[in-house]
């Protein structure tokens, strides 16, 4: 291998000049290829140049050849072609990636652990200027009280053979799926991370014990400006991403991208990957860990004005009023939510905020079943986690799920446990979509979805974490989340931008939100009750255009004792018709407006237990 410049020059592969700091990474110039990379005051640093496939480098520069400003040096190779090679840095002796690499090579088939790592060789970067059709690519822009997200794995969506797609477990697997997606109502999909990160992890800890995982979710250090190349189908993972992107927009589906940035991540690096990833690939917005990113430069951003940011909090900047763009997840509405479902004693009064919450400056992020956690369905049977296929002893993984298996741990043949579940599973999917957020679905759980009681399936690149597509006897999931999907988007007052006051604010005669219990507008929020009836009014549609205020009123009978409801009197013209009830026959657990049957005691309403049940108001016929 060359050392010095002075030889490299002798071959005529490149003249080296001084290079500029900014951009950050390699860029092109005229005549030739721009590297900036930071490099800390006392370190060595050189470029490695690979010829394109080669593991061993052809020649190296030294970077004091360069510019150095502060602790970032650049240098800059005239006569370069690109083409035909790769590159890394060699720091204090050490080889390792640009962190500003755009594309890598060497790592594309996941999971694969390479013992000698990039400091032989293996992992090179790649470099990346062509040109991208994006032809006349426009993002969404979806306000965020009308967001239904769906949070996903790039692999794990359709991995398994049963998911019927050509290019399984990639970008393009997705693109697939697309229609799919549009059909079910979701119009915002997240990501986890589909950037570049270490396939394995090493585990050293007195508690779990120590040996390699794999580290399928993606979480820990990473190269945050490459696409990841084992969920490319072919040979460009960037070009695939971008693909993906412009299909969801043209069906009108936003992309989020969840960010993992450790400890230590230098807050510049973090706001130009940002930056990167909303103009390079035209992603609508971020799941970032709040803690290790200065979300005030963030947010004040003005390149980055219109995209959306999800964390576990924010401290809004002094004098924010931009339009509502930031949401917080939840966990809240989770426990609460799933404590309600399986009957536990002093929720009501926390269902009954979460359920209702609008913040006045951020949004929130609703959801019962998340990647870290058991699915819907494994909410509803097992009591306890079932993690040994982790090879951590089960010991690994969140002890308090706030689950209930119905009777029976696990799989069951058992008609009336089987029963039971799908009207649970029903009872959490209303919960989640008929309140006020962001409702987010995790992936599957419409289908019923299974990882067989692993509630922390990281390690798992397999079936268990796969989501698996032909589930018939969950067939009614689906196309009851559908419909369910279909029922928020097309009530306003289920999903308002601002916080519903529980007053008179239309002056229509009934207040926007209420609460109702065995008397109508007295809710009975003692400790020992599992029932409340809540009664939405929209009165802004009152008499404009013949259209009268939308009534909807949701009896919430999560006891297992029959309760009665008492409604409430709607205008003389109107009368309260059941539009979903969780409890009834599959054909009968929700019906369009126009179809659905007149509830023949206009005054009250007997709910079975562990049933939720919906009423429209209608104009008489």
Same mark, same amino acid.
């Given at each position: ?28 110039? *005229? ?28 020649? @190296? ?19 370069? *072609? ?86 399984? &477990? ?49 979480? &820990? ?11 490319? @189908? ?22 989020? =991208? ?172 209303? =919960? ?24 922390? @399936? ?53 207040? *926007? ?25 929209? &009165? ?33 013209? =109107? ?47």
């Amino acid at each position: 291998m060359r050392n010095d410049s002075r030889n490299v020059r002798d071959k005529q592969l490149f003249t080296v000049k001084e290079g500029s700091p900014l951009p950050i990474g390699v860029s092109r110039i *005229d005549g030739g290829v721009n590297f900036s990379v930071d490099v800390p005051e006392g370190n060595t640093c050189r470029l490695l140049i690979y010829q394109k496939g080669q593991q061993t480098p052809c020649c @190296a520069v030294s970077m004091k050849e360069g510019h150095r400003l502060g602790e970032v040096c650049a240098i800059a190779l005239t006569g370069f *072609d690109f083409h035909d090679y790769e590159y890394n840095y060699e720091i204090n002796g050490k080889v390792c990636a640009d962190p500003y690499a755009k594309r890598l090579v060497g790592r594309e088939q996941f999971g694969k652990y390479m013992p000698d790592g990039p400091e032989k060789g293996n992992v090179r970067c790649s470099f990346i200027f062509d040109d991208y059709d994006w032809e006349a690519d426009a993002p969404p822009q979806i306000p965020l009280h009308e967001v239904i997200a769906y949070k996903l794995h790039v692999r794990g969506f359709t991995k398994h053979s049963s998911s019927k797609v050509k290019h399984k &477990g990639t970008f393009l697997g997705m693109i697939e799926k697309i229609p799919y997606l549009s059909e079910l109502g979701v119009n915002q999909i997240e990501l986890m991370p589909a950037y570049e990160f270490d396939e394995i992890t090493t585990l050293d800890d007195s508690f779990l014990g120590t040996g390699r995982r794999m580290n399928y979710w993606g979480y &820990g250090p990473g190269l945050f400006f490459a696409p990841k190349a084992s969920y490319a @189908a072919g040979p460009d993972p960037a070009r695939e991403f971008k693909d993906l992107v412009k299909a969801c927009h043209k069906a009108g589906i936003e992309v989020i =991208m969840e960010f993992y940035f450790p400890a230590g991540t230098r807050g510049f690096m973090a706001l130009d990957c940002i930056r990167f990833w909303a103009m390079e690939y035209h992603v609508d917005g971020f799941h970032l860990n709040a803690e290790a990113v200065p979300m005030d430069a963030l947010i004040t951003d003005p390149i980055l004005s219109g995209l959306k940011y999800y964390a576990g909090s924010f401290d809004v900047p002094a004098g924010e009023k931009r339009k509502k763009r930031l949401a917080i997840y939840q966990e809240g509405f989770l426990q609460t939510a799933r404590r309600l479902l399986k009957s536990d004693e002093d929720q009501l009064r926390g269902f009954v905020y979460h359920i209702s919450e609008q913040p006045e400056q951020t949004g929130i992020i609703n959801y019962v079943a998340g990647h870290n956690g058991f699915t819907l369905l494994d909410l509803v049977s097992y009591d306890q986690k079932h993690n040994e296929a982790n090879g951590e002893d089960n010991r690994d993984g969140i002890n308090y799920n706030f689950s209930w298996n119905c009777g029976e741990e696990g799989p069951t043949r058992k008609k009336k446990i089987m029963a039971l579940r799908k009207r649970q599973m029903k009872n959490a999917l209303a =919960m989640l979509y008929l309140s006020q957020g962001i409702p987010m679905l995790l992936a599957g759980d419409e289908m019923g979805n299974s990882q067989n009681g692993n509630n922390n @399936a990281y390690c798992l690149d397999n079936e268990i974490s796969w989501i698996e597509w032909n589930r018939p006897a969950y067939q009614e999931i689906r196309e009851y989340t559908k419909k369910l999907i279909a029922i928020r988007r097309g009530h306003e007052i289920l999903h308002r931008p601002e916080k519903l006051r529980m007053m008179d604010v239309s002056g229509c005669g009934f207040p *926007d939100l209420s609460f109702h219990g065995s008397k109508a507008w007295y809710a009975e929020m003692d400790n020992y009750n599992r029932h409340i009836g809540i009664m939405y009014c929209d &009165g802004k549609k009152a008499e404009k255009g013949g259209i009268c205020c939308d009534f909807l009123y949701i009896a919430y009978n999560l006891h297992w004792v029959v309760h009665s409801f008492a409604l409430p009197n709607l205008p003389r013209d =109107m009368e309260w018709c059941v539009l979903l009830d969780t409890g009834a026959e599959e054909s009968d657990n929700v019906i369009s407006a126009e179809k659905a049957k007149v509830l023949e005691d206009q005054r009250e309403l007997i709910v079975q237990g562990r049933t939720v049940v919906l009423l429209c108001g209608r104009k008489i016929m």
